[in-house]
């Protein structure tokens, strides 16, 4: 069923409640996602963006409960992932000719994937579409936000952004606007998907926003692809966008760490108490990386000033669960975070070491040689931990 956005603009995407991790399991969704289509019926109709693929049967029918599809003069792909294109082919089978509009690279996407040569409309930015009753679309070009392809449509006198995945958050919900849904579940979910997905491209971001402002577009609203849309005020997420791709952190210290017999989860605690002595006001969190979510973690380290990591030595190497979390960080190119490494071992110790040495290949700033100790730490090792805690939290 069609749901109104505004005057003649109607979601007609799909709720995924059930959805517990995205891009195959790169990333957790506890609380679902949507995935967002509009129709919009002026004197042209015009459908942006579909949905995931599981769902483009539902999808197409549902729509064609609400519309003839024969009466959709063109369609908007505003990004050619498949949560957003997944439904095209079944789509195009029924308007085999209906213009698709979209970048060039949303054209290379879309071929790539589905391998159809459909009726492709290449857009750049500021161009433009009469869609009758004095409202026209413009697009605009947001390569890198987060694919090449990406771009937004804004549709003018209704003043909507159609933003593609750019400001969204994966949750699941039947209420469509901002203002509906719970605060902190708005918030957790949508820096969480800034800092998993968009960080990355956060020097490309502070340009396109400038660029955004510059145009002078009035914006009522803001619809997303996911999540909800933001009508009340819609720049909220804007201004949020602005600080988090401005190298962003909070006085928090992050300790992430992955233990065998339980040495390492001791020199944890230990430097956190050490942090906590240096320092009243800084907020620390301590992880087990093997025991805890990986994107709820990125979301921490995103927000912390300072990442301080421990694996105990193995096999002249570090466990993988650490390892392959300093891999997610590096492809995630956080900036402006400093690093300190710390483990146990029984024989040849290179754990921290490596730690300090992948850490700045993940374009941290390893801020000390890091603390190691041999076996199960006494009580003189857990002294050391403690200093070196606070240590920490001078630098
Ligand atoms: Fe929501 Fe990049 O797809």
Redesign the pocket.
């Known amino acids: 069923m069609k749901k109104r956005v505004k005057n003649n603009v109607y979601w007609v995407g799909k709720v995924d409640w059930e959805l517990r991790t995205f891009h195959g399991h790169e990333y957790s969704t506890h609380k679902g996602s949507t995935y967002n289509s509009y129709l919009i019926q002026e004197e042209k109709t015009v459908l942006i963006d579909t949905v995931w693929t599981p769902f483009a049967e539902e999808f197409v029918d549902n729509l064609a409960k609400e519309v003839d599809l024969n009466k959709i003069d063109f369609i908007v792909i505003n990004?050619g992932?498949v949560?957003?294109s997944g439904a095209l082919p079944l789509l195009m089978k029924n308007i085999p000719d209906k213009p698709i509009y979209c970048t060039a690279n949303a054209v290379k996407s879309l071929q790539g994937q589905y391998h159809q040569d459909w009726n492709f409309q290449i857009v750049k930015t500021g161009d433009k579409i009469d869609i009758g009753n004095g409202k026209e679309l413009i697009f605009i070009e947001m390569a890198m936000l987060?694919?090449p392809d990406?771009m937004a449509t804004y549709m003018t006198h209704d003043n909507i952004l159609f933003s593609?995945?750019a400001f969204?958050q994966h949750l699941a919900t039947e209420e469509l606007f901002n203002d509906l849904v719970d605060q902190c579940d708005l918030f957790n979910e949508s820096i969480k998907y800034y800092a998993n997905i968009l960080n990355p491209f956060s020097p490309i971001l502070r340009r396109k926003l400038d660029e955004i402002t510059a145009l002078n577009l009035p914006i009522e609203m803001i619809a997303t692809?996911?999540g909800v849309i933001w009508r009340d005020n819609p720049l909220q997420i804007v201004e949020k966008y602005a600080q988090w791709a401005n190298d962003y952190q909070e006085n928090q210290i992050i300790i992430l760490y992955d233990s065998m017999w339980n040495g390492t989860k001791l020199l944890a605690e230990k430097i956190a108490e050490g942090i906590r002595l240096a320092d009243e006001d800084v907020v620390i969190k301590v992880y087990n990386l093997a025991k805890s979510d990986e994107n709820d973690l990125i979301t921490e380290v995103f927000k912390s000033k300072t990442v301080v990591i421990g694996s105990p030595t193995i096999v002249n190497g570090i466990l993988h669960s650490v390892a392959g979390f300093i891999n997610l960080m590096k492809g995630l190119r956080f900036k402006n975070k400093k690093a300190a490494a710390f483990g146990c071992y029984g024989w040849s110790g290179e754990a921290v070491k490596i730690i300090n040495k992948l850490m700045e290949d993940a374009g941290f700033e390893v801020v000390s040689e890091g603390y190691r100790n041999q076996w199960y730490p006494n009580g003189d090792a857990q002294k050391a931990a403690l200093e070196y805690g606070r240590k920490i939290a001078r630098i």
């Open positions: 990004h992932e949560d957003h987060h694919w990406s593609n995945d969204g692809s996911h």
